[in-house]
């Protein structure tokens, strides 16, 4: 990922380094990639916290060692393809597909009840992704036979689609976060999950659902985004002041860290939702 900073040229709001190549033919499926100011560093921040990882987990992990340097290796190559789609059913397939080492780092090398904490985060995740994958079928429906995502910028979307379209990705992207109330997955994966799961987990996945809502919901979906901003304001809120009070009487290092998180999120969705240059910088 050195290259891609050293070569990124500042000052531009185009695509760059793009990369586009047919997938699926038949149903204009394309691996397209590329990145711009906002998810470069997203690529950047999973490459350095990658060699953390490992680092983290060069004396802990006794058992496995090679599978779970395959697990985050490959994890985070998913996440970078998250980051970096502009294809809709490839960022759906890296977005789902970042479930499954995560769901085998917490089962196969957490805690005493690394089962339950990984079965809840890989049900609470991919059932919130079913309804973002009806709407991107229904953007590439309404584009003529497109998924690619500046494509969808362009549509001329009425108000009532907006509105569902807008909670179809809402469902899919606050769980990620995790936003209040769907957060409840965040404190059981960290509690089982081994150091370098924790790390990921707090460092990058929570972005991806931050980073869906700056890259779809808002762009794509501009009116009912700012006709919901006070849902999502009043939501962050909650987070921010009722998940922080819980976080400060958590006794457990992990579970104050999940807690936290969550509290933090908070501050980055309504920071967006308030639709203001420092608001969204400072998400």
């Keep these: 990922t050195l290259p891609l900073y050293t070569r990124f040229k500042l000052g531009t709001a185009d695509m760059q380094f793009v990369e586009n190549v047919p997938w699926v033919e038949r149903f204009n499926v394309n691996y397209h990639l590329g990145v711009d100011g906002l998810s470069v560093w997203f690529v950047l921040l999973t ?108 549509l001329p979307l ?23 109330p769907v957060h409840t997955w965040l404190p059981d994966a960290h509690v089982e999950a081994p150091t370098g799961g924790s790390i990921v987990l707090a460092a990058i996945m929570l972005k991806l659902g931050a980073y869906g809502f700056v890259r779809f919901s808002m762009p794509i979906l501009p009116d009912a985004s700012r006709q919901w901003a006070w849902l999502m304001i009043a939501l962050s809120l909650i987070a921010v002041i009722y998940v922080g009070l819980v976080a400060l009487v958590q006794k457990d290092m992990k579970k104050l860290v999940a807690y936290s998180s969550v509290a933090h999120m908070g501050f980055v969705t309504m920071g967006f939702f308030i639709f203001n240059d420092l608001g969204i910088s400072g998400g």
């Excluded at 108000?159 to 995790?178: D, I, N, S, Y």
């Design 158 to 180: 009425s108000g009532t689609a907006q509105t569902l379209l807008f909670f179809a990705l809402f469902a899919a992207f606050a769980v990620k976060v995790p936003m209040w």
């Design 47 to 154: 490459a350095f916290i990658t060699i953390i990882v490992v680092i983290a987990g060069w004396e802990v992990i006794q058992r496995r060692v090679n599978q779970y340097m395959a697990a985050f290796l490959i994890l985070s190559g998913i996440m970078i393809g998250v980051f970096c789609a502009l294809d809709g059913i490839l960022f759906y397939f890296f977005f789902e597909a970042t479930l499954i080492p995560m769901y085998l780092i917490i089962g196969v090398w957490g805690g005493p009840n690394r089962i339950y904490a990984a079965f809840k985060f890989f049900l609470y995740t991919l059932l919130g992704s079913f309804l973002m994958l009806v709407g991107f079928i229904y953007l590439y429906a309404k584009s003529g036979g497109s998924f690619d995502i500046t494509a969808w910028q362009q």
